[in-house]
């Protein structure tokens, strides 16, 4: 059997630099990719614009990963968890 390689993140359309930490964002309920992230900042300001556009309710969909250089994986946040995440960086305005 043919081991599969991994896609990679930091395709034509990502703003990933190469061995760069990097955040990734995913929508449970479908599976898919929303995007990858280098900055804790751009993750949250896209995060925070998919629940203001879909409602809170939508942080329950939403699971975000920061990827090292090393390539270990650490689960940062997701449903309520991600949606207080945003709420904290927009009231302080930090990461």
């Known amino acids: ?3 599969q390689r991994k896609p990679d993140p930091r395709g034509p359309a990502s703003t990933v ?9 995913w929508d449970v ?6 995007g990858t992230y280098e900055t804790r900042e751009e993750m949250l300001d896209v995060v ?5 556009a879909n409602g809170p309710g939508f942080a ?3 699971d975000v990963s920061l990827e090292d250089t090393e ?5 940062v946040a997701s449903g309520e968890a991600l ?3 945003t709420s904290s960086h927009r009231l302080t305005g930090s990461d």
């Open 29 to 34: 309920n479908s599976g898919n990719s929303l």
């Open 1 to 3: 059997m043919r081991s």
């Open 48 to 52: 925070r614009a998919l629940i203001d």
């Open 60 to 62: 329950d969909f939403l």
């Open 83 to 85: 949606r207080a995440l």
């Open 17 to 25: 630099r190469e061995n760069s930490p990097y955040y990734s964002l």
């Open 71 to 75: 390539g270990n994986w650490e689960h």
